[in-house]
């Protein structure tokens, strides 16, 4: 498809283990995010990625919390020695410049459990 | 931190009644968009507002952007139950991210 993919759509884990969390963006996308969404609230950003260029970590709650794309396109979100409060739906957006004015495509995110 | 509150957080409406829903913040924001998201799926996007006062219509949607650019408002006339969902307004400030309201919950009721 020419959208946005994350997988696994759903992952349940136990406290204290490691997660990683994919994000396939649009072909040719620049830009792309993660960000968190608590259950029915707004999005909490967590990282942007523009190209070549550095991330923008700010939003990352913990250091348990990593990411990394490879070749420009897909991304892993890591979250080490999950928590109970890390439970959320992650959601990874691109668009074709990190000008704000440009259209995000989000995926569906990863609902991710931790008991 | 949270930069927009959205008000009201839930709404539960008849079909064909109208509403509008707030965006506010102290901050003031280069642009500002507003999503719909719909149960299992990522949020899509309905509009971008740039200029202060702007006014845009997609059919039965109204979107305004305040004079200052801190605030918006969306207005759905007419409601129908194809506009259940959460609404949510984002805020660029020119730092390449977009900040999240706290959503509004629709519920139109046929």
């Known amino acids: 498809g020419a959208g946005v993919s994350q997988s696994p759509s759903n992952k349940v884990t136990e406290k204290g283990k490691d997660v990683e969390l994919r994000c396939d963006p649009i072909?040719?996308?620049?830009?792309l995010y993660w960000y968190r969404q608590s259950l029915g609230q707004g999005l909490e950003f967590l990282i942007y990625?523009?190209?070549?260029?550095?991330?923008?970590k700010s939003g990352l709650p913990s250091d348990r919390f990593s990411a990394e794309r490879t070749g420009g396109s897909v991304s892993t979100l890591t979250i080490q020695r999950t928590q109970q409060e890390d439970s959320a739906v992650y959601l990874c957006?691109?668009?074709?410049?990190?000008?704000?004015?440009?259209?995000?495509?989000f995926g569906p995110g990863t609902r991710l459990t931790v008991t | 931190t949270q930069l927009l509150e959205q008000s009201p957080q839930f709404l539960s409406i008849q079909e064909g009644e109208n509403l509008t829903v707030y965006c506010n913040s102290s901050?003031?924001?280069?642009?500002l968009q507003w999503y719909r998201q719909e149960p299992g799926e990522g949020p899509v996007l309905l509009v971008t507002?740039?200029?202060?006062?702007e006014v845009k219509k997609l059919k039965r949607l109204t979107f305004q952007f305040g004079d200052a650019r801190k605030d918006s408002s969306l207005h759905i006339t007419a409601a129908q139950p194809g506009d259940t969902g959460l609404y949510l307004c984002?805020?660029?400030?020119?730092?390449?991210?977009?900040?999240f309201g706290t959503g509004t919950r629709l519920t139109v009721i046929p």
């Open positions: 901050s003031v924001f280069s642009s």
């Open positions: 990625f523009q190209g070549n260029s550095a991330p923008d």
């Open positions: 072909s040719g996308h620049t830009a």
């Open positions: 507002v740039v200029t202060g006062g």
């Open positions: 957006a691109s668009s074709a410049s990190g000008l704000g004015t440009y259209e995000q495509y």
């Open positions: 984002a805020g660029e400030t020119g730092a390449n991210n977009l900040f």
